[in-house]
């Protein structure tokens, strides 16, 4: 799952990212090569793979034909598998000629419904239902990562977990896998994901903490009284008064995500440190509480979510409504991202140190409205960390708009997938 609206922000932001070489691949030497020769060598069988679960989409909760194919190939690879596990999840198990450090990488497998025409050739057969969302691409890419590190086996010191997850989208699937005992199964000691976007194929991208803004309700509770509708407009503006972007802030303007002076990928981001309000969407109801107004908020970070309640008791407290207040409270709507500081920072220097510093990107900001991913529930169980992959091509009219009727993706990202996180894996192995 991507964030509310990413296909029309992030499409807009990675197109002016197009200029970014994705051929600036440093040198590199031993098991690195073997990985990117082995990645050539397979490529054109991971398309296959890909295309197949394109053409046979499942929900979630019905991703049974993906789930057995899964369980099939890494069968064949020789990897220990578990089935069953929350639903249609698949873990494959791989252990290196040594004991040692514990890595698993999850990949999403369930497709959703969508009526509208298929754009490719191998379109989808299953009525209603297709990958806009890339998680086809994303098993194929974690497929391709398990057979090219078997090829590794005799030099890998430890035990890496491919967690194939189902029911994504409607967030279910990872807490189903935790409850079913995912982790009386594996003991990651480091777990990690990506999700394709809207940036140039050939790219990967994360930063610490927060990758979307962190979407929550906001609950306000009063005495009820006989005029409840000034009541409800007070609300509102107590509401409002925590956004603080200026209305005539280039914030607003959403193809400055990609602006190279303050864009999300810039240090000096104006995509941090704020808070807004979504305008559209207040509710009032009369409960046994009391009155309770409600609206909707987008932090940035820890700081700004933390500092919502007390600034909204302050401005209560100041006005004329304060002897009616009860309470605030904040409630998640999304569960929220937040990639292990240490872990994104050693991430991103192995693997610069390997295929380039335009390859591998640093995000300051963060995706101003977000949908975030389920992902986010292993994190406490787990020091984690969440990439984003490039999938467009604009040259040839290819853009990887997640949840959109035009969505498509350059399949060579398939391979940048491969490569650079199975290049990870072996670093964080030997770390």
Known sequence: MMPRNLSNTLTIFFFLLVSISAFGQKKTEGIHMDIQQRTNEIFDSLVTIRRDFHMYPEVGGNEKRTSEKIAAYLSRLGLEVKTG?????????????????????????????????????????????????????????????????????????????????????????????????????????????????????????????????DYKKVDLVFKNKTNSDALFEFGKQAILSLENVAPESKFWNMQNMGDPQIGITHPKSIYKDFTTVDKNNFTFKETPQGLKISGYLSFSDKQQRDAAIPLLKKFISNSEHSNEFLGAELVNVFPTLDNNERLVNESLEQLSSIYGNDRVLRMYGVVADGRSDDFAFFQPKVPSVYFFMGGSNYEKGIIAQTHSPIFNVDESSIKTGVNLFASLIVERLND
């Open 85 to 213: 596990i929350g639903g249609y999840g698949v873990v494959g198990i791989l252990k290196g000629a040594k004991p040692g450090k514990k890595i698993a990488w999850r990949a999403d497998i369930d497709a959703m419904p969508y009526k509208a025409p298929d754009m490719v050739d191998f379109a989808s057969k299953n009525e209603g239902v297709r990958h806009i969302c890339g998680h086809d691409l994303h098993a194929a890419v974690a497929l391709g990562i398990a057979n090219v590190l078997v090829e590794q086996k005799e030099n890998l010191t430890g035990t890496i977990y491919f967690v194939f997850q189902p029911s994504e989208e409607n967030i279910k699937g990872a807490l189903a896998m935790i409850d079913d005992g995912l982790f009386d199964m594996i003991e990651p000691e480091e777990m990690y994901a990506m999700h394709v976007t809207p940036f140039p194929a050939g790219t990967i991208a994360t930063k610490p903490e927060e990758m979307f803004s």
